[in-house]
């Protein structure tokens, strides 16, 4: 059974930094595609950046790029979301999602296949 966890959110004011990680069990790891997501109060989830299985990042959008970066740990089957200069408007849960298969590529929206869910890990940047 896939199992998704993320942890590493917390209060971090205006400015900081924060790292969350996304341990994934149940399943071979090298060849998945893993993205992560954001849902703040009142709006729709939406993908901020995924590494897919060549390790090649794919940005969803474009306030991510130069602050957030994506990587992972094979031996701990964990993928990490390093970020950086948080803002208040960063605020929201973060969950982590995986991509199942062999060479998992990041797909465009249109055509997500995430399908094995965390339940998220909360991030609140203050003033």
């Known amino acids: 059974q896939v199992q998704v966890v993320e942890s590493g959110g917390g209060l971090v004011q205006e400015g900081g930094s924060l790292r969350l990680s996304c341990t994934i069990s149940?399943?071979?790891?090298?060849?998945?595609?893993v993205g992560w997501f954001r849902q703040a109060p009142g709006k729709e989830r939406e993908g901020i950046i995924c590494?897919?299985?060549?390790?090649?990042?794919?940005y969803y959008i474009q306030s991510a790029k130069g602050r957030f970066t994506i990587s992972r740990d094979f031996a701990k089957n964990t993928v990490y979301l390093q970020m950086n200069n948080l803002t208040p408007s960063d605020t929201a849960m973060y969950y982590c999602?995986?991509?199942?298969?062999?060479?998992?590529?990041?797909?465009?929206?249109?055509?997500?296949?995430?399908?094995?869910w965390g339940q998220g890990t909360q991030v609140t940047v203050s003033l």
């Open positions: 590494l897919g299985w060549s390790g090649e990042p794919t």
């Open positions: 149940g399943l071979t790891f090298d060849d998945i595609a």
């Open positions: 999602a995986a991509d199942l298969g062999i060479r998992k590529i990041c797909r465009p929206p249109s055509r997500w296949n995430f399908n094995n």
